[in-house]
């Protein structure tokens, strides 16, 4: 959490949403579920079924078990995230994204995974999106908050999490800032708060000059 946001209240009930499709996922997947049991998505009810379904972000296997190997797209993640998932509609993270033939490619999914959902390295480094889905099948939400299933900050706050890609950058603010290991996030992140007190974080990743300069 940056340091100047408000802590977010630990929840009190579950949240609303679709019925989950799987329910008894951790009889099997035991890992993962433990890695799930430490994030904010599991504090607040989330089950598993509720974002592994069927349709669009996964294929089903014959048994009609989700696809495991078919990472999770961007609109599952819009669905409850709405303004932060308008908000990276807008970014030039979304409008470069390399096209692939993700939902035929089995595969190269998988393979993209290990990459960190990223195609490329250093300057060269592209985000990925499905070629036949629209905007609703990137892959920019996890490239930065894939942490196994803890699906956090963990990633996007780690020291090169901005810097992998941007390395021309990586000596532009070189001193340390308590509570920050990503130094990129003090001056491209802002933290606001809804009129119903929700703590958001902008996905737009302006600078500090773009904002003063903002109507």
Same mark, same amino acid.
């Given at each position: 959490? !940056? *340091? ?13 949403? *679709? ?20 994030? #904010?998505? =599991? =504090?607040?009810? /989330?089950?598993?079924?509720?974002? %592994? ?17 078919? *990472? ?10 709405? *303004? ?24 190269? @999914?998988?393979? !993209? ?5 990223? $195609? ?15 905007? !609703? ?11 196994? %299933? @803890?699906?956090? @900050? +963990? ?20 001193? =340390? /800032? ?6 990129? /996030?003090?001056?491209?992140? @802002?933290?606001?708060?809804? /009129?119903?007190?929700?703590? $958001? +974080?902008?996905? #737009?990743?302006?600078? #500090? ?7």
């Amino acid at each position: 959490m !940056l *340091p100047w946001a408000r802590k977010r209240p630990d929840p009190v009930a579950s949240v609303s949403g *679709p019925a989950p499709y799987e329910t008894d996922c951790d009889s099997c997947h035991d890992e993962e579920a433990e890695e799930y049991a430490e994030s #904010l998505h =599991a =504090a607040k009810g /989330i089950r598993c079924g509720q974002c %592994h379904t069927p349709g669009l972000d996964l294929d089903l296997e014959e048994d009609g078990h989700p696809d495991p190997a078919h *990472p999770m797209a961007d609109g599952k993640c819009g669905g409850c995230h709405q *303004p932060q998932y308008q908000q990276t509609l807008a970014t030039t993270h979304y409008s470069g994204r390399s096209l692939e033939p993700l939902a035929a490619d089995e595969d190269r @999914r998988l393979e !993209l995974r290990e990459q960190g959902f990223l $195609v490329g390295r250093g300057e060269a480094a592209l985000f990925v999106g499905d070629e036949v889905a629209g905007e !609703l099948g990137g892959r920019l939400c996890v490239a930065c908050h894939f942490d196994e %299933h @803890r699906l956090g @900050r +963990n990633a996007v706050v780690a020291a090169d999490a901005c810097t992998g890609c941007h390395v021309k950058y990586v000596e532009h603010y070189p001193t =340390a /800032i308590p509570g920050f290991e990503n130094l990129c /996030i003090g001056c491209h992140v @802002r933290v606001g708060v809804t /009129i119903a007190g929700q703590v $958001v +974080n902008t996905h #737009l990743f302006p600078s #500090l000059e773009e904002e003063e300069d903002a109507p």
